[in-house]
């Protein structure tokens, strides 16, 4: 794990990658985006790309997908996040959780704002397709779809 930040997706699905029918769906209802997965998993690696309402190019999110026994720190990471918030429910998606599908946060240059956004967007519909557990790139807490809204909200306003 590095300090880099970065999405974490804590899924109970022995899949590599996201389910694209469900992401993709879940990716148009919610937020208008188109999503669809570009590279299958590859040694836990994938790519997913987003089409940002609004915007000409989609973007491309990079993942990984990491089995829950592989990934202490990780793990750490987000028990740390679940006891700060007191559990909410949060702590049972972690516990079933079986792999952490990861990918960062934030993107560099002149599309960075719209490549966080696209990586926020990415997040919001794992956690409705795969009933998961978000946490969030400050590491603050876990959430599902409603904190991924208020994020993508605060990245808006700021």
Do not use: K, N
Not at 61 to 79: Q, T
Not at 118 to 123: E, Q, Y
Not at 146 to 156: I, K, Q, T
Request: glycine fraction near 10%.
């Amino acid at each position: 794990m590095t300090d880099v930040a970065y999405w974490s997706v804590w899924v109970s699905a022995a899949r590599d990658a996201p389910d694209e029918s469900g992401v993709r769906m879940h990716a148009h209802t919610l937020f208008d985006a188109g999503v669809s997965v570009a590279q299958r998993s590859v040694d836990g690696a994938f790519a997913v790309s987003v089409h940002l309402p609004g915007e000409s190019q989609a973007d491309l999110v990079r993942g990984r997908s990491i089995l829950r026994a592989d990934a202490p720190g990780y793990v750490a990471a987000a028990e740390r996040s679940v006891e700060a918030m007191g559990g909410a429910g949060m702590d049972v998606l972690l516990a079933r959780a079986t792999r952490v599908w990861c990918w960062d946060a934030h993107g560099v240059g002149p599309h960075a704002r719209r490549y966080t956004r696209a990586a926020a967007v990415l997040a919001g519909a794992c956690a409705m397709s795969e009933l998961a557990a978000v946490r969030l790139p400050d590491g603050t807490r876990l959430v599902g779809l409603r904190g991924v809204r208020a994020y993508l909200d605060a990245l808006s306003a700021g």
